[in-house]
């Protein structure tokens, strides 16, 4: 017998306020009939295969499923999107989801389009739930200051650097998390030793620079760290890293996972006369930290 489940449909890039909106009703639908809140989402973002490109996305995937999780999705489904799915009309789909995979009722956003050419949308989708008695929820978009909570503007806002703004508008900080590689080991000579970490193909670089971040550990340990994303023009750096300082804290963490959230941009990537300069300015920047998140 199927698990009676409520869905919220739809892809959660950087799981927004918008996205969380939705969360919530699933949630309480979820509370009230007994059953368990889960997401339905995408292996790839539905533009890949209606646009043939994909926009950079804002998290990965195992990131994008611990925020679901984290917002009270006990159940994660992830769907191929594939040909067969991409043609499959909204009827189908809307089948899919409730005899299926035993969807006892249905949450989305009001510009959700779903099914072949996105012919299928929240009104058809209400209209369908209406006809086999399960209930379904439609989420009004959310707005700051006018202007409606997308993932695609806060793509934009991560690449400006605008980092506290986007983080208004996801409700949570930016996050990206990764297994912590080997580097050239120059920071340790400074006196700054650092994670580095690598930002996956096809996520969003944020603006090159130095951000004010919490370093997480897998076991609960947390961290202020200065962050700095760049190509590291003092050392002649090549190719983008996203290195961390990890304040207070001693040990090795190469081939650990950590995941750093950025809160807020400290200042722009810039190439200094030598390591003594760039130390000077990196400890400024850990004094920065510490005011930022109010440690005495």
């Known amino acids: 017998m199927k698990e009676k489940t409520i869905f919220a449909l739809g892809f959660f890039d950087g799981v927004h306020l918008g996205h969380q909106a939705l969360l919530k009703q699933c949630v309480r639908l979820a509370e009230e009939t007994g059953a368990i809140p889960a997401a339905v989402t995408f292996s790839a973002h539905p533009q890949a295969l ?10 990965t995937a195992a990131d994008r499923e611990r925020l679901l999780r984290g917002y009270g999705m006990e159940k994660i489904i992830v769907l191929p999107f594939d ?61 700051i200051e006018g202007i409606r909570v997308s993932s695609t503007y806060i793509r934009q806002l991560l690449e400006l650097g605008q980092m506290e703004r986007a983080v208004a508008f996801l409700g949570h900080p930016h996050t990206l998390s990764g297994i912590v590689q080997p580097g050239r080991q120059l920071g340790r000579t400074i006196g700054i030793p650092t994670a580095n970490l690598v930002i996956p193909q096809g996520v969003v ?6 951000y004010a971040c919490k370093a997480k550990l897998p076991k609960g340990e947390e961290y202020l760290a200065v962050t700095n ?25 190469y081939g650990r996972e950590l995941t750093l959230e950025f809160h807020a941009f400290l200042r722009g990537e810039e190439k200094f006369p030598n390591l003594q300069a760039l130390s000077e300015e990196i400890q400024k920047n850990g004094v920065q930290t510490g005011q930022f998140f109010g440690k005495k």
Do not use: H
């Open 50 to 59: 209606t646009r043939g490109e994909s926009p950079l996305l804002i998290n």
């Open 83 to 143: 040909e067969a799915l991409r043609q499959m009309p909204w009827q189908n789909f809307f089948r899919l989801l409730t005899e299926e995979y035993g969807g006892a009722g249905l949450v989305c956003g009001s510009d959700f389009r779903f099914g072949y050419q996105g012919q299928g949308n929240a009104q058809l989708l209400q209209q369908a739930c209406d006809e086999v008695s399960i209930p379904c929820v439609v989420v009004p978009q959310q707005e």
């Open 205 to 210: 670089t944020p603006k090159f620079g130095v």
């Open 229 to 253: 994303i760049g190509c590291r023009p003092t050392v002649d750096g090549r190719g983008v890293t996203v290195e961390a300082w990890l304040l207070d804290f001693d040990g090795d963490l």
